[in-house]
């Protein structure tokens, strides 16, 4: 066990958003631990970095994974002190009445259950450790109503609510949970979604769309001293998307 000044642990960081996150943060003291469900994009996210990184292929639905990999931080950095809950999927684009139960238990299992899951574990770790950072990846959606996406925005509204309360709950661990609420950004996920809807959605963000490293800086700001009094927050950084 080596001891690093900060330990750090991103989920989904194989994808855009993570994989910009983890070099965000990716500091001279830092150590990471790189998460997903794709061992071959973990592979190349963690070959960019310059820190020690350990990978590790979680499936973020089931919580004894996710258990194993916060255990594995420790074992091997010697602790845990900024937990990124960040990996998620999009739902079919379709309006409620079209969508099946199957749309919907992914997107609960993964986009809530997912941060459930990495909450947990990260504050049963970071409580007798005297405290942390808990970063949550929520979205726009979660705020505003995004139309013909209901599973991803009913979720992503439970993962600012769950933060908000988990804020309260551990303030006095010193444990600061916060969340993340992008616009829309090119990633793997956006790519998913239909032309005709990037064509509307790129309409409604004023500075247009974004681009991973656009919000890559919220998450450095939560992860680190500069944010030691915020908590419970929503940050939105979203190219002007819910300002109307
Ligand atoms: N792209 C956008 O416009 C946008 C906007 C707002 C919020 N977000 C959020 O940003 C986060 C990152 O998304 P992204 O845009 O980088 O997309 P992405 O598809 O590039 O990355 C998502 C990553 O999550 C991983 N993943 C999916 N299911 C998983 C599971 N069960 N366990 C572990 N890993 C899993 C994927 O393999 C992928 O690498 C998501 O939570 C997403 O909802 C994205």
């Not at 845990?80 to 919907?104: E, K, Q, S």
Request: one cysteine or more; aromatic letters at 4%; glycine letters at 12%.
């Amino acid at each position: 066990m080596t001891d690093h000044d900060r330990v750090v642990l991103v989920t989904g960081a194989a994808g855009g958003l993570g994989a910009a996150v983890a070099r965000r943060l990716a500091e001279p003291g830092t150590a990471l631990v790189l998460c997903d469900l794709s061992g071959p994009g973990l592979t190349a996210v963690a070959r960019s970095l310059d820190v020690p990184v350990l990978t590790r292929v979680v499936d973020v639905g089931d919580a004894e994974q996710v258990d194993a990999a916060v255990t594995a931080a420790v074992a091997e950095f010697g602790g845990l002190h900024v937990m990124v809950n960040n990996a998620g999927v999009i739902a079919p684009n379709a309006r409620i009445h079209n969508l099946t139960a199957a749309d919907w238990d992914l997107a609960v299992r993964v986009n809530l259950m997912g941060v459930v899951h990495g909450m947990t574990s990260a504050i049963r770790v970071m409580r007798p450790a005297g405290g942390g950072s808990v970063i949550n990846t929520a979205s726009v959606a979660g705020l505003t109503a995004w139309a013909y996406a209901a599973p991803y925005g009913a979720t992503k509204a439970a993962v600012v609510h769950l933060t908000k309360i988990a804020a309260v709950e551990y303030a006095k661990d010193r444990i600061r949970v916060n969340c993340v609420c992008p616009g829309t950004f090119e990633s793997g996920m956006s790519a998913k979604i239909p032309r005709e809807a990037m064509a509307a959605m790129e309409a409604r963000h004023p500075l247009g769309f974004g681009v991973p490293d656009d919000v890559a800086g919220a998450f450095a700001y939560l992860a680190g001293e500069e944010s030691r009094w915020t908590t419970g927050a929503a940050i939105v950084v979203d190219g002007g998307y819910a300002a109307p």
